[in-house]
């Protein structure tokens, strides 16, 4: 069984619907984080959390929201989608425990396509 | 600021090696990572240097040099498979957020 999950792995929406993103994990890591990925963008950070009571935005939050409902899942939420909200959506984890690899190492999920009509 | 610039494309020749190089900017460093990412799939963890040197993981080997902002990593006896994009991610010391270069994306011939 994979790790880090995502659902829905595809999904096509329209214009001004309200759309979540899931993502839960089974490695026991505190740390989890919502990315984007655009073609010649690399991956740019929407939302991170270090604990189940810390949210922190990222780099490009606008138009996104998260929830975390657990230390294992972590939620991203488009109030309102908009064509260029476009894009693979990654969640990945991390910890510091002496089981969570090198250093902090962070884990993908396999990735969400969202595409907006 | 924080910047990180890699190449974009790269090709190469079963079983030749490979050097992907990458430069970064950043205010405060703590630990460079390399991910592989085959196309529509999730980046995969290759490596991570923290202090100066090489890192060597079978074929794959990974070094830095903190002082020049400077990292490569190097792919040996390369396969077909290895065809991907290779992503240079820098964790921030002040924030202990990864920031991601564009990714160099390899393509390998027979």
């Known amino acids: 069984d994979a790790d880090v999950t995502q659902t829905p792995r595809n999904r096509i929406t329209k214009t001004g619907k309200r759309i979540m993103l899931e993502c839960s994990q089974t490695?026991?890591?505190?740390?989890m984080y919502w990315y984007r990925q655009d073609p010649g963008l690399g991956l740019r950070l929407i939302y991170y959390?270090?604990?189940?009571?810390?949210?922190n935005k990222g780099e490009i939050s606008d138009g996104y929201s998260v929830s975390r409902q657990a230390q294992a899942k972590f939620s991203l939420s488009l109030e309102s989608a908009i064509p260029n909200q476009t894009a693979l959506y990654f969640c990945?984890?991390?910890?510091?425990?002496?089981?969570?690899?090198?250093?902090?190492?962070?884990?993908f999920g396999p990735g969400t396509r969202l595409t907006v009509l | 600021g924080q910047n990180i610039d890699q190449p974009t494309e790269m090709t190469a020749t079963e079983g030749a090696i490979v050097q992907i190089n990458c430069t970064y900017q950043t205010s405060g460093f703590n630990g460079l990572f390399w991910y592989q990412q085959h196309a529509g799939e999730a980046p995969t963890f290759l490596s991570y240097n923290v202090l100066d040197g090489l890192e060597e993981k079978g074929r794959f080997s990974s070094f830095l040099s903190r002082s020049k902002g400077y990292s490569y990593l190097l792919l040996k006896e390369l396969q077909m498979k290895d065809s991907a994009s290779y992503l240079c991610a820098v964790r921030d010391h002040n924030t202990d957020k990864l920031i991601f270069g564009t990714g160099t994306r390899l393509q390998v011939f027979p």
């Open positions: 490695k026991g890591h505190d740390r």
């Open positions: 990945a984890t991390s910890g510091r425990s002496p089981l969570a690899g090198p250093t902090d190492t962070q884990y």
């Open positions: 959390s270090f604990d189940v009571k810390d949210i």
